[in-house]
């Protein structure tokens, strides 16, 4: 059975910066995806990176700003988030899947989720 698992969330500042580790175990996944959730809203995808070839997708909300990465060492794909706003303020959920997909942002094409890691970004 697959296993992901978040962590790196926590509170700064507008402008701000933080990272977000994700360990992915278990199989060898073709995507890894970053989706996050704010209160009252649907789970929405932020970026998402195809592990073999590194192919890298964002969504538009985030371009410019966040940073998806892998380390293939240590089964970790990262979440670099730059110049954060309030609005970034959610649970940020890491997800994987072995299958390939031409919507790596959205979220029903993922089987394997971690529990979260709640990012907060204050004005």
């Known amino acids: 059975q697959g296993h992901v698992e978040e962590s790196g969330g926590g509170s700064v500042q507008a402008g701000g910066s933080l990272r977000l580790s994700c360990v992915v175990d278990?199989?060898?996944?073709?995507?890894v995806g970053w989706f996050r959730q704010a209160p009252g809203k649907e789970r929405e995808g932020v970026a998402a990176?195809?592990?073999?070839?590194?192919?890298?997708r964002y969504a538009d909300s985030v371009k410019g700003r966040f940073t998806i990465s892998q380390d293939y060492a240590d089964n970790t794909v990262y979440l670099q988030m730059s110049t954060l706003k309030p609005e970034d303020t959610a649970m940020y959920y890491c997800?994987?899947?072995?299958?390939?997909?031409?919507?790596?942002?959205?979220?029903?094409?993922?089987?394997?989720w971690g529990q979260g890691t709640q990012v907060t970004v204050s004005s």
């Open positions: 997800a994987a899947d072995r299958r390939w997909s031409s919507s790596p942002l959205d979220r029903g094409v993922y089987s394997y």
């Open positions: 990176i195809e592990t073999g070839f590194g192919t890298r």
């Open positions: 278990g199989y060898a996944y073709r995507r």
